[in-house]
């Protein structure tokens, strides 16, 4: 049986995780997600969050908590950063102006909404074009099509939703999360991974090329730099994050010590906020295979990790 290749790696996390993870109706859709042939290894959508600052962000609620291990934590909430809703081309302009000015928080509100746009019909011809490549392979875009009528109607959707905005800035989308990442707004760190450039991508492992596996691989690198980024910066998410690919093969050795402290210090942050716990059950599945000193190691990291001066940003 194929094994499809894993290209947004959060889904590794979800895959491994997926019991746990939290659904999100109010996130911004995927347009593959809308119809566009989605595939169990297609990338799914970012986390939600909110904004460090920046044009329309709202001041950030600052609490002092105690984690059960002891440790003082300064948590602050930031308000959600919404991304912008169809239709996209009326909303263009003072995103774009916001953008230009270096504004991050535009920055990444503009490449979500032309990612949204990527790889939607410049025009009638090309949409007429597109649907009859649909119906004619029952794939689009090297995806393979259940339903070609209910792909069809996605397409015209999403053409819908897109009138206005220009084909040639639609490929700008990574340029522009980059460039929030790289600016600190951790939303932008944390889902760059999520919004996968342009490229030949081999829907199944065995069809992969070596210059496409080194591809993936170079995704997946900057992924873990991009994610250690916004862990470094305090945010309570990335820790998740971090946690799942200590279990996962392909993004390293995998590591129950680094595993367990990275999920005990998202869990004692939701606990000394009066949050419930996401991951006691699989914090115990870990218990049970440590070592007495592995544990001990564990429990120092994850006091460690929660004595970031930077922590802790909830950022949903």
């Known amino acids: 049986m194929k094994r499809l290749l894993l290209i947004g790696l959060p889904l590794v996390?979800?895959?491994?995780?997926?019991?746990?993870?939290?659904?999100?109706?109010?996130?911004?859709?995927?347009?593959?997600?809308?119809?566009?042939?989605?595939?169990?290894g297609m990338p799914g959508g970012p986390t939600d969050g909110a904004a460090a600052g920046g044009e329309g962000s709202a001041t950030p609620r600052v609490v002092q908590a105690i984690a059960p291990s002891g440790v003082h934590l300064r948590v602050e909430r930031r308000p959600r950063l919404d991304t912008p809703s169809p239709p996209y081309g009326p909303q263009l302009a003072e995103l774009q102006a916001a953008s230009d000015r270096g504004d991050p928080v535009a920055q990444y509100r503009l490449g979500t909404m032309l990612y949204q746009c990527r790889d939607v019909p410049a025009d009638d011809a090309q949409l007429a074009k597109g649907i009859e490549e649909i119906h004619q392979t029952r794939s689009r875009g090297g995806w393979d099509v259940a339903d070609?009528?209910?792909?069809?109607?996605?397409?015209?959707?999403?053409?819908?939703?897109?009138?206005?905005v220009p084909a040639p800035s639609r490929t700008q989308?990574?340029?522009?999360?980059?460039?929030?990442?790289?600016?600190?707004?951790?939303?932008?760190?944390?889902?760059?991974?999520?919004?996968?450039?342009?490229?030949?991508?081999?829907?199944?492992?065995?069809?992969?090329?070596?210059?496409?596996?080194?591809?993936?691989?170079?995704?997946?690198?900057?992924?873990?730099?991009?994610?250690?980024?916004?862990?470094?910066?305090?945010?309570?998410?990335?820790?998740?994050?971090?946690?799942?690919?200590?279990?996962?093969?392909?993004m390293g050795?995998?590591?129950?010590?680094?595993?367990?402290?990275?999920?005990?210090?998202?869990?004692?942050?939701?606990?000394?906020?009066?949050?419930?716990?996401?991951?006691g059950v699989m914090l115990a599945g870990l218990k049970k295979r440590l070592r007495p000193v592995d544990m001990e190691r564990a429990e120092a990291r994850a006091k460690e990790l929660l004595s970031n001066p930077n922590c802790c940003v909830l950022t949903r």
């Open 13 to 40: 996390l979800i895959g491994l995780l997926g019991w746990w993870w939290m659904e999100r109706p109010d996130l911004p859709t995927n347009p593959r997600e809308q119809g566009f042939g989605v595939s169990p």
């Open 148 to 164: 070609p009528a209910q792909e069809e109607r996605a397409l015209r959707t999403a053409y819908a939703n897109c009138e206005g």
């Open 173 to 250: 989308f990574r340029d522009l999360l980059r460039s929030a990442a790289d600016q600190g707004l951790i939303e932008a760190q944390l889902n760059l991974m999520f919004y996968l450039p342009q490229a030949d991508y081999c829907q199944f492992i065995e069809n992969c090329t070596p210059k496409q596996a080194q591809f993936m691989a170079g995704l997946r690198e900057e992924a873990r730099t991009s994610v250690t980024k916004a862990l470094e910066g305090g945010s309570v998410e990335a820790l998740r994050t971090v946690g799942g690919w200590a279990l996962n093969e392909e």
């Open 253 to 279: 050795t995998p590591d129950d010590v680094e595993a367990y402290a990275h999920f005990s210090a998202y869990d004692q942050i939701q606990q000394a906020t009066g949050r419930e716990r996401e991951l």
